[in-house]
């Protein structure tokens, strides 16, 4: 008897034994402790809303050949920016992709005798994350390029459509020869910039508009996210980290491997987790999605961001968002840091992070209209610009200054963009209360009829939306016809 009890009991404990080693091996849960690393973060109140991918990746401009040499362009955020792209386009195929040196046409000749439009990416945007934004199938030469211009165009003498994908190298092009678009369709969004101001180019690429564009000036109230919120956000434990101010009077919170300072009186942070160099490829695709998610789950979206490829040295390894309000980005207008995130990403982990703690209130305190100088006027600044030579864009955008604690004033400029990615204000808006000469207003308006058949033939096929929209000026928000003095 005694025997038989051992023998069950032995038996017993055998299998608890085995029980317990199947439960450690398979980290059930309620077994064991519980690991995190260093990596983890603690999840804290949410702070801004969110955004996805798609909505980060958009062309900077669409430009709108009419033909005749004549152009027109337009921004993010405009009624007729989002019906070209999100109505036109991007519900549309694009296959078939061959490959050709990009002098495989005379683009100039294009530029200035064919209807077309062009939308174009700032540095360029990889295949793999511009499919977020377009319907693309191609090769693997094709899926593994960064593309910097889509170019669709009417050939003059055909009925021919043809579509064209710009390597950023400037190497190579990539003809979509099976794009699900139309005659139609290029007529429409010529239709659409016959009520645009119109611009000219300039030798070397940059466009001038013919006259003065009407822009307004904004003042927002905002509040500020709290520098503790940062914090609980970004560290794995806050209570384990100590807080001190450096002589700049920056505040600085440390757990003794990351960082974070709060300066410019607690509206502006610069994060660090240092993190060994990495020698494998950093993929900038990859960097993206990492970036969203990280903002996602740090602090959030203040308004529409653009993701901005960084090129040159470190490329994939630095990312940017650039901040929009309403149609036009904000640039940095130093000392006062505002209008864009910065991130540092090695193989998908985040090691840098800067951005505002401002967040703007969604009504706008006041609003007053700003023109911006155009024709010989703007070409005559540009020409006396001291790095004229180094201007690789020219953008109408918004410059950030804080009226008070309480309000933020966003000013119209004209901006260019550098060769060395940097950008800067080149001219500022006409003073209050300025209004261009009536006749001004007038050629712009009536600059669309030019006496070009093709561009006349263009305009008298839109289809019944289009010219409604331009009837009535089309424009709920921001883009109006020339003159209307809104």
Do not use: C
């Not at 078939?96 to 174009?120: A, C, H, K, M, T």
């Not at 030469?141 to 003498?157: A, G, P, Q």
């Not at 209004?435 to 030019?450: H, I, L, R, V, Y």
Request: proline share 6%; charged share 20%.
């Amino acid at each position: 008897m005694i025997e038989k009890a051992k023998t069950t009991v032995l038996i017993v404990l055998v299998a608890l034994s085995l029980l317990q080693s199947y439960l450690l091996a398979y980290s059930m849960p309620g077994l064991g402790a519980t690991v995190r690393s260093d990596q983890d973060y603690v999840n804290a109140e949410p702070m801004g809303p969110a955004a996805s991918v798609e909505s980060v990746i958009f062309p900077e401009e669409l430009i709108i050949h009419l033909g005749d040499n004549k152009h027109t362009v337009i921004y993010p955020g405009t009624q007729f920016y989002e019906m070209i792209l999100n109505q036109r386009i991007q519900g549309r195929e694009f296959k078939g992709f061959q490959r050709s040196p990009s002098n495989v046409l005379n683009w100039e000749e294009i530029r200035r005798n064919d209807i077309g439009i062009e939308l174009r990416f700032n540095n360029g945007i990889p295949v793999e994350l511009m499919q977020k934004l377009l319907k693309l199938e191609g090769d693997l030469l094709f899926l593994n390029e960064t593309i910097d211009r889509i170019w669709i165009f009417k050939t003059s003498d055909t009925e021919e459509v043809r579509t064209f994908f710009f390597s950023a190298d400037g190497q190579m092009v990539y003809e979509s020869v099976r794009a699900d678009l139309t005659v139609r369709d290029v007529q429409d969004y010529v239709g659409f910039g016959q009520f645009q101001p119109k611009y000219t180019m300039t030798a070397d690429g940059l466009y001038i508009p013919d006259s003065p564009i009407q822009t307004t000036e904004i003042v927002f109230p905002y509040e500020v996210y709290s520098p503790d919120l940062m914090q609980r956000s970004l560290f794995f434990d806050p209570n384990t980290t100590r807080a001190f101010e450096d002589r700049s009077g920056s505040q600085i919170f440390t757990d003794g491997k990351k960082g974070l300072q709060v300066e410019q009186n607690g509206n502006w942070i610069s994060y660090t987790d240092p993190a060994a160099p990495q020698s494998v490829e950093n993929l900038l695709s990859d960097n993206v999605y990492a970036s969203v998610s990280f903002v996602n789950q740090h602090g959030g979206w203040d308004g529409v961001h653009r993701f901005v490829n960084q090129a040159g040295e470190g490329e994939g390894k630095y990312i940017r968002f650039k901040q929009y309000v309403e149609q036009y980005p904000v640039i940095e207008t130093p000392p006062f840091r505002y209008g864009y995130m910065r991130l540092t990403v090695q193989q998908g982990v985040v090691t840098e992070y800067a951005r505002s703690l401002i967040t703007l209130d969604p009504q706008s305190e006041s609003r007053s209209i700003r023109w911006l100088p155009g024709g010989e006027t703007l070409l005559d600044r540009l020409q006396n610009y001291a790095r004229r030579g180094e201007v690789t864009a020219l953008f109408p955008a918004l410059q950030a200054l804080p009226v008070d604690e309480k309000m933020v004033r966003f000013t119209p400029v004209w901006a260019v963009r550098l060769t060395d990615g940097t950008e800067a204000a080149l001219t500022d808006a006409f003073p209050f209360g300025y209004e261009p000469p009536e006749e001004t207003k007038e050629d712009t308006a009536a600059n669309g009829a030019s006496g070009n058949t093709e561009q006349e033939t263009a305009q008298s096929e839109m289809t019944d939306e289009v010219k409604l929209l331009g009837a009535v000026g089309a424009n709920k928000l921001g883009i109006q016809p020339p003159g209307s003095g809104r």
